[in-house]
């Protein structure tokens, strides 16, 4: 999707919500703590660095070539904390006119929407590293094609016999692995969400929000856009600019969501039964093309595309950023979101609440494959503060628990248990610097922004900082 109609998108709701939600009231609550730039730095991430030692060689620091997931989305939602707070450092010298600054927000979407195709930038960079990041914890070595303004990045750096492989030992993975980038947005839109009710970090936030938002929907929309003659020809072209490569210089998939969807129906398929290259020199044709897919799975990838227009669904997204719950102190707000997983998908309903110093998450999880519903319950206590003398600390507890489809299976109707909890502690070194350590233990099963399908347990350690 190109850049000009994203800026169209986000100024288009920039109206609607200055023209209907006139009368909100921008300024925080006396009870909001407000932080101007907060930005945060996981440093180690263990075992995951450790896995991706023999993907990415030369010793641990070449690790970070190649970064887990919670680091590529904490670095990519700094850089949208850094245009916000500078943009709102230039409006005061213009006398503070920032809240309801149509210029300051335009040139904050536009300044957004430039960086998303830059390295650290929301897109493709952070999409690409998602799926890195599943390849690198299965051994399988990658990097990222050319970064600029002007050209799509791609993941390549691998043989078809280490994609061969992987499909065969890890197949839910290399599932996964195609739709790491509709993940990745879901989840940046989540981080600046959070930021934005519980921290007022920045009443411009909503826009970086809807941002994300709109490229987590690009791929499935695309499938509508795209017919299977036009795709076919692009993958030709693909395909004769390939002629003569090593494969190492190709990418993982032509077509993100096609991808997904042809081998969510085919987890055990041998890889190179898609067949082979049509340069004739005995490689598999990677790029799988509407033609390819059943009529089921069309109907099936179509569904999807519609879901996914409920990632729309917050009020944040237009730039509510609470909803008042009357004279109880209490604020809310909610969001609706659609991933890909492993074994289908899952529509999460979050509710966000407030009330200090309580900051708290409730999330329903709605785990679908092709065959049934898997229902589980998240909660989540954010930054609440501890002392011990002159120690402030603060603690962030996760617990979720439900089922999940037995063995990440798309068609089956036999559950699984599924849990996680998960603790964060944050220590304030000064006011600006809290150093942190964050644990997190899980069973088998799929969990956003976590690279295990497997049963877990993960430590990172990093620290934030905060003006």
Not at 3 to 17: E, G, P, Q, T
Request: hydrophobic content about 40%; overall charge negative; charged content about 15%.
């Amino acid at each position: 999707m190109k850049h000009y109609k994203l800026l169209l998108v986000f100024f288009l709701v920039f109206c609607i919500r200055n023209t209907v939600f006139s009368q909100e009231n921008a300024e925080p609550t006396k009870q909001t703590e407000r932080y101007e730039l907060r930005m945060d730095f996981p440093l180690l991430d263990f075992p995951f660095q450790i896995h991706t030692m023999d993907a990415m060689g030369y010793g641990f620091f070449n690790t970070y070539t190649s970064l887990s997931m919670n680091q590529s989305l904490a670095l990519t939602a700094n850089i949208y904390s850094a245009i916000h707070y500078g943009a709102r450092q230039l409006s005061k010298l213009n006398g503070g006119q920032y809240e309801n600054g149509a210029l300051v927000a335009v040139t904050v979407g536009g300044l957004t929407a430039f960086s998303y195709n830059l390295p650290f930038g929301g897109h493709p960079w952070l999409s690409r590293e998602f799926a890195r990041s599943i390849l690198s914890r299965h051994g399988v070595p990658s990097e990222n094609g050319e970064m600029n303004i002007f050209s799509s990045n791609f993941v390549s750096g691998f043989t078809d016999n280490e994609l061969s492989h992987l499909k065969e030992t890890a197949p839910y993975d290399f599932i996964r692995a195609h739709v790491g980038g509709i993940e990745a947005s879901l989840l940046l839109s989540d981080k600046i969400q959070r930021g934005y009710f519980f921290h007022n970090t920045d009443s411009l936030s909503w826009i970086s929000a809807l941002l994300a938002s709109v490229y987590s929907i690009g791929p499935a929309i695309t499938f509508f856009l795209d017919d299977a003659a036009s795709m076919n020809k692009s993958i030709a072209t693909t395909y004769k600019d390939e002629e003569g490569s090593d494969q190492r210089e190709r990418d993982l998939a032509f077509h993100q969501t096609v991808s997904w969807v042809y081998e969510l129906f085919r987890p055990h398929e041998a890889y190179d039964a898609r067949g082979k290259h049509p340069s004739g020199d005995g490689s598999v044709a990677r790029y799988i093309t509407i033609d390819q897919l059943t009529d089921d799975e069309k109907n099936y990838l179509s569904k999807q595309a519609y879901l996914s227009m409920l990632n729309f669904v917050s009020p944040m997204t237009i730039g509510i950023r609470s909803i008042s719950l009357g004279a109880s102190g209490w604020e809310g707000n909610f969001a609706l979101r659609h991933f890909l997983t492993s074994f289908g998908s899952d529509i999460s309903a979050t509710v966000f609440l407030q009330n200090k110093p309580l900051n708290m998450v409730f999330t329903l999880h709605n785990y679908q494959n092709y065959e049934s519903y898997f229902p589980a319950l998240e909660a989540e206590l954010i930054d609440f503060p501890v002392s011990f003398g002159r120690n402030e600390f603060f603690l962030s507890p996760r617990v979720m628990v439900g089922v999940q489809p037995k063995g990440q299976e798309f068609k089956t109707s036999s559950v699984e248990f599924f849990g996680l909890f998960g603790l964060n502690l944050s220590y304030k070194v000064t006011q600006n610097i809290f150093p942190y350590i964050n644990a997190t233990a899980k069973t088998d099963g799929w969990v956003a922004s976590n690279e295990y399908l497997s049963s877990n347990v993960s430590i990172q350690i990093g620290s934030s900082i905060r003006f």
